[in-house]
C-alpha cells in the first residue's frame, strides 16, 4: 500500500536532548513537509523539500533541522535551541507539479 | 504574505440543522484545499477546489469556492453525529512552485444528538 509513515508516533524529550522523527513515504512524491500542530490550533510549516538534496525553510524553523538524502525520506531534527517542542508533527508529501498533499499519522513530542 | 481565517472556531450544532463553516483568504490564491482531523489523528482530504465557482459535494459535505471575494464555504447539510470532526481549510499562494499551504486555525465540529 502507498503512503506516508511517520515513527515513533510518540516521542518523549529530556531538556537539553535532540531527538529525530522519521518520516518516509512510497509515493514517489517529490515534495515533501514539515508541520507543527499545537493544541487547538492549525498547522504552521517547519520545512519543505521540492527534491532530494534541497530543502527550505518555513515560517517557524528556528530550532529544528531537516535532511533530503533519499526522495522517500525526510526526517526532522528537534533542537535543544527549540524552546517549546512539545506539539503534534504532521510529515506530508505532495506530487509534480504542486498537488494535493496527502498526510502522515503524526508523532506526539513531549518534553519532560 | 497569505493569511487565512476560518470561522467559526468552534460550531456545537444538532443532528439534522444544516451549516456554513467560513474559510477568509486573504490574497490571490490559486488552489484551495478542505481537510478533516479527527482527535489524535491525522488530515484528511475533503475536497480540492482549482477555479473560481467550483463545487464540490461528498455526501452530507459542499465545498464551494468564490476567488473573487477570496472566499470558501463548506456546507453541512443535515449533520450526523459521525461529522463531528475539526474542519481545515487551507490555501496556495498564486504561482507558489512550491506547493506551500497556508492553513485557517480550524472550525472544531461538535454534532449533538
Known amino acids: 500500500d502507498g503512503g506516508i509513515t511517520q515513527s515513533p508516533k510518540y516521542l518523549f524529550r529530556k531538556e537539553g536532548q535532540n531527538v529525530t522523527l522519521s518520516c518516509e513515504q512510497n509515493?514517489?512524491?517529490?515534495?515533501m513537509y514539515w508541520y507543527r500542530q499545537d493544541p487547538g490550533q492549525g498547522l504552521r510549516l517547519i520545512y519543505y523539500?521540492?527534491?532530494?538534496?534541497?530543502?527550505q525553510k518555513g515560517d517557524i524553523a528556528e530550532g529544528y533541522s531537516v535532511s533530503r538524502e533519499k526522495k522517500e525520506s525526510f526526517p526532522l531534527t528537534v533542537t535543544s535551541a527549540q524552546k517549546n517542542p512539545t506539539a503534534f508533527y504532521l510529515c506530508?508529501?505532495?506530487?509534480?507539479?504542486?498537488?494535493?498533499?496527502?498526510f502522515g499519522p503524526g508523532t506526539r513530542l513531549t518534553v519532560l | 504574505e497569505l493569511k487565512v481565517e476560518q470561522n467559526p472556531l468552534f460550531l456545537s450544532m444538532q443532528e439534522g440543522k444544516n451549516y456554513t463553516i467560513y474559510c477568509n483568504y486573504s490574497?490571490?490564491?490559486?488552489?484551495l484545499y478542505w481537510y478533516r482531523q479527527d482527535p489524535g489523528k491525522s488530515l484528511e482530504s475533503l475536497f480540492v477546489?482549482?477555479?473560481?465557482?467550483a463545487v464540490k459535494q461528498e455526501g452530507r459535505l459542499m465545498a464551494s469556492l468564490d476567488t473573487k471575494a477570496r472566499l470558501s464555504t463548506l456546507h453541512i447539510t443535515a449533520a450526523v453525529h459521525d461529522l463531528s470532526a475539526t474542519y481545515f481549510c487551507?490555501?496556495?499562494?498564486?504561482?507558489?512552485?512550491?506547493?506551500?499551504?497556508?492553513f485557517g486555525g480550524g472550525t472544531r465540529l461538535m454534532v449533538k444528538p
Open positions: 487551507a490555501a496556495r499562494p498564486h504561482n507558489n512552485a512550491g506547493n506551500m499551504l497556508t
Open positions: 477546489l482549482l477555479s473560481n465557482g
Open positions: 506530508a508529501s505532495s506530487g509534480v507539479g504542486g498537488s494535493e498533499q496527502f
Open positions: 509515493l514517489n512524491h517529490d515534495a
Open positions: 490574497t490571490t490564491s490559486d488552489r
Open positions: 523539500s521540492q527534491i532530494v538534496n534541497d530543502f
